[in-house]
């Protein structure tokens, strides 16, 4: 990361395209997730690099679900253990939630990769690795979670997801929040909090917002909850994206 000027004008775009190759490199991301991550670029780009204000709004009424639930999750996959590492288990600590390990194309070598790298960066328990239980409606290896873990949360975090598992877990009956910067991706449009802003953005902020939410009360954190709409967020991302106004 040494090799990038700060002060180059796409500093965070070449800061995020090198942390997935060295993601590829350390065994932590899959060859795919580099094509995700240049599909992520382009939608970033047209957004203006920036978190536009519906995304801030929804990441304050994720960081109050978050701190409102019993059992919230935040899902980790390769090219989030290769972005946010620190930032995630920030996230957990900050708002009670467990972090737990769940991969598009699972290999035990990539699972224990993962789960290394997220400890190094302060995770202490990681989730993902019993992969006991499974989500209903999915096809067996990408249905693949922890009994005590995703299964059994009433909140999950779910960065980049996949639009079929988005979908499955969404009927659950999770409170699911996606975090994806394309808005007419399907795991975003089944959200029931869609957060289009790049992850690297995003949780950092929802961590600062539940820092300043932690104090508030119950009722507080539900009318935060009440006001948001789902399709007035994907609305605004999108006509942020059509406007062409950088
Ligand atoms: P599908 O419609 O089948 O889901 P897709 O193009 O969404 O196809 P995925 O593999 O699900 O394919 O793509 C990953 C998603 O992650 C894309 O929607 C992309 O915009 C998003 N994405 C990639 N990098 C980031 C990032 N840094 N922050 C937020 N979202 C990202
Ligand atoms: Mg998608």
Redesign the pocket.
Known sequence: EEEIPEDHPRYQDLL?RHRIEKGVEKGITHLQGMH??G???A?DYLLGEATIPSADDAERVAAAHLLLADHPVLSING?VAA?VPGEMVELAEATGADLEINLFNRTPERIEAIADHLREHGAEDVKGLEADARIPNLDHQRAKVDEDGIYAADVVVV?????DRAEALNEMDKTEIV????PL???PQVADVPIV????RAVPNMTEHARVLADEDEDELQSIIETFDRETALEQAEARIRSGEL
């Open positions: 995020t995700a991550e599909r992520g670029s939608f090219n972005l960065p980049l997801e996949d639009g975090i994806d910067l394309n991706s399907r795991s802003d790049n992850i690297i």
